[in-house]
C-alpha cells in the first residue's frame, strides 16, 4: 500500500514537473540572438534609458540592464550598439542590425517593427526662454511660433501628427534641440522632460513649460518576422515590471520624473 502511494506521489510529481516545463517554452535564441549573441541598440539620445558613464565612457542606464538580463536569460552574450538618435535606432531595427531595440511606442515605428508593451512611461515637455510671451503648453501651437524637435523622435512624430499653426524645425539629434534652439532663435524647444531640465540649469534664461504635452511609452523593439522573439520579450517585460527590476534599475540610475508602466492584460 505505501509502495503503491509513494509510486503515486513520485509519478504526480513528475507530471507537474512536466507540466510546469510545457508551459514555459524555451527561448528562441536563434530569433533573438541569430548571430550567437544579443545584438542591441541603445539610444543616448534619451538620458532617460541610457548615458554615457563619466567614468568609464561605457553605456549605462535602464536599458543597458534590460539588455544585459535578457542576454543572461537567453545564454549569450550582449554587444551593445550605441546610438546618438532614435530615428537612427529605428532605421537599423528596420534593417535587422541590431537584434533588439529600446523605443517609444508611436505608429509609425510600429509600421516597421515589432514592439512589446511598455515598461516605462516618460513626459514631453516645452522650453522656452525667459522673457517669452508663452505661459502654457497650449499657447505653443500658434501661427509664428517654430518648435526645435530632434529628427525621427517621438516628439517630432507626435507633433508631426498633432500641430496645427506651429512649424517643426528638425535639430540633428535629441540632445542638441536646446542648442539649435538658442542658435537659430527660435520659439519652443520641445523634448524628454529631464533632458530640457539639464539644459535649463546649464544655459541661462531658459524655463520650462508647466506640465506636459505628451506622454511617451518606452517600449523592447525587434525586427519583423521574429513572432516568437517578440512573445518571449513581452513576456520578459511584463516580468521585469512585476519583479521591481525596471524600479530598481530607475532608482539605481537616480532617474527622476519616468515611472514604470502598468502591468498589461495577459
Do not use: W
Not at 8 to 14: M, P, Q, S
Not at 179 to 187: I, R, T
Not at 216 to 235: E, F, H, S, W
Amino acid at each position: 500500500m505505501l509502495r503503491q502511494i509513494f509510486r503515486t506521489v513520485v509519478v504526480c510529481g513528475i507530471s507537474t514537473l512536466l507540466l510546469a516545463c510545457a508551459s514555459k517554452p524555451a527561448a528562441p535564441v536563434a530569433e533573438l540572438a541569430p548571430g550567437g549573441k544579443l545584438k542591441a541598440a541603445i539610444n543616448f539620445g534619451n538620458p532617460i534609458l541610457a548615458v554615457k558613464d563619466a567614468a568609464t565612457g561605457e553605456p549605462k542606464g535602464v536599458s543597458v540592464d534590460l539588455a544585459r538580463e535578457l542576454g543572461k536569460r537567453l545564454g549569450v552574450p550582449v554587444e551593445l550598439v550605441t546610438f546618438t538618435s532614435a530615428g537612427r535606432v529605428v532605421e537599423a531595427v528596420k534593417a535587422a542590425q541590431v537584434d533588439i531595440a529600446f523605443v517609444a511606442i508611436d505608429p509609425v515605428r510600429g509600421a516597421d517593427m515589432l514592439q512589446t508593451p511598455p515598461y516605462v512611461i516618460i513626459e514631453g515637455a516645452y522650453l522656452v526662454k525667459n522673457n517669452s510671451p508663452i505661459k502654457s503648453n497650449d499657447e505653443v501651437d500658434r501661427p509664428g511660433n517654430r518648435i526645435v524637435v530632434g529628427n525621427g523622435s517621438a516628439y517630432d512624430l507626435f507633433l508631426t501628427r498633432e500641430l496645427k499653426a506651429a512649424k517643426l524645425v528638425k535639430a540633428p539629434t535629441s540632445p542638441t534641440v536646446t542648442d539649435v534652439f538658442l542658435a537659430q532663435n527660435m520659439e519652443v524647444a520641445a523634448g524628454v522632460k529631464q533632458q530640457l531640465q539639464a539644459d535649463a540649469k546649464r544655459l541661462p534664461g531658459l524655463r520650462l513649460l508647466d506640465g506636459r504635452f505628451m506622454v511617451i511609452q518606452q517600449a523592447m523593439g525587434l525586427p519583423k518576422g521574429r513572432d516568437a522573439g517578440a512573445r518571449y520579450v513581452t513576456n520578459f517585460i511584463e516580468e521585469m515590471k512585476a519583479s521591481g527590476f525596471v524600479a530598481a534599475a530607475l532608482q539605481r540610475h537616480s532617474i527622476e520624473g519616468a515611472s514604470v508602466a502598468a502591468a498589461q492584460p495577459r
